[in-house]
């Protein structure tokens, strides 16, 4: 087993771990725990930015989705009982941006189901965030599927500037969860944003049956598309899927998790976002410590104001600087 001080130092100085060396930081999570966490939260605090990197999402389009993808609630494949609609209003959208802008957000996103968006939706959206980006205070963001380079350059004329394309899993276990696209059409997807001049967020969910050597795997391809952004999701098993079943993870495979992202990714902002309810608090607090320098917030107009405050509580008590209006 490879020495973590050595690899930490290794990191440290600049240097990038090795397949070799990465895979080696299974056995250190199992040997090792608390030097594997110390060794990222040192990371963390060499590299990482101690400005939050908040966002906040709309579900812009709903369901009906023709694609797979085991985890999801919105494939028309899945018998779930989610709400089902096309394209948000515009009222809806102008409402739900100026929400999570009074309240701090910085960051904000549509996300569309379905395997790409096109046609008049898509010009509608364009004209969302053309009118988006004329308000200050808040980055555009947007998830949509599998678009290509001149979808990718609309957007970022109407003032998109980052894209969000998750790999999702490792090369080795992306095909038992989606038969219906791969992970290198993610890839040129990814790529097609980058030659539009958008940032790239890409990440992918935990606890979807992977081995621990295939988050590190999963790390190491993410390597490939150069993420500003690695969103880390753990699995909500939804009923009506698939994964419906999945054994929930431990706080501590969690947070060994987290800490393997970070010493593979130590400049990258690493993202909680959906699933981290299912880890106590006392996870999520040392999730900030280790490597966790992001999370999608409060994202709609009903959210309890109480729940953002505690998270812009916990996430000021963990040394980070969070705007809130007026500071």
């Known amino acids: 087993m490879t020495d973590i001080k050595y690899l930490k130092e290794k990191v440290l100085a600049g240097g990038e771990l090795s397949e070799a060396e990465a895979q080696s930081l299974t056995e250190i999570a199992s040997a090792d725990p608390e030097g594997l966490l110390e060794a990222a939260a040192e990371v963390t605090a060499r590299f990482g930015s101690r400005d939050f990197d908040s966002c906040s999402i709309i579900n812009a389009r709903s369901g009906r989705c023709p694609e797979d ?40 996103s549509l996300v569309t189901s379905g395997r790409n968006v096109g046609g008049k939706t898509f010009d509608r959206i364009c004209d969302y965030y053309r009118e988006l980006s004329a308000k200050e205070g808040i980055y555009l963001c947007a998830s949509m599927g599998l678009l290509d380079r001149e979808a990718m350059m609309k ?32 890839i040129k997807t990814i790529e097609a944003a980058r030659e539009a001049g958008m940032e790239i967020c890409s990440g992918g969910i935990i ?57 593979i990714h130590p400049h990258a902002v690493l993202r909680f976002a ?31 104001g109480s729940q953002i405050d505690e998270d812009i509580e916990m996430v000021q008590e963990a040394g980070y600087n969070f705007k809130t209006p007026g500071q």
Request: hydrophobic share 40%.
């Open 207 to 263: 606890g979807m049956g992977e081995t621990m050597e295939q988050r590190v795997e999963f790390a190491l391809a993410l390597r490939r598309v150069r993420p500003a952004s690695i969103p880390i999701n753990i699995l909500c098993p939804i009923p009506g899927t698939p994964l419906e079943n999945a054994a929930p993870l431990t706080d501590g495979e969690v947070l060994a998790t987290v800490a393997i992202f970070r010493l």
């Open 155 to 186: 957007l970022r004329e109407a003032g998109v500037r980052r894209y969000h394309c998750n790999l999702e899993s490792a090369p080795s276990h992306f095909p038992t969860l989606c038969s219906t696209h791969s992970i290198e059409d993610k």
């Open 274 to 304: 959906g699933g981290r309810a299912f880890i106590s608090k006392e996870a999520q607090r040392r999730a900030l410590h280790i490597g966790i320098n992001g999370s999608i917030m409060g994202d709609l107009l009903t959210t309890v």
């Open 69 to 108: 993808c085991k985890w999801c609630a919105q494939s028309a494949r899945h018998n779930t009982d989610i709400d089902v609609y096309p394209l948000v209003d515009h009222d809806t959208c102008m409402k739900l941006a100026d929400y999570n802008r009074s309240r701090g957000i910085g960051r904000f």
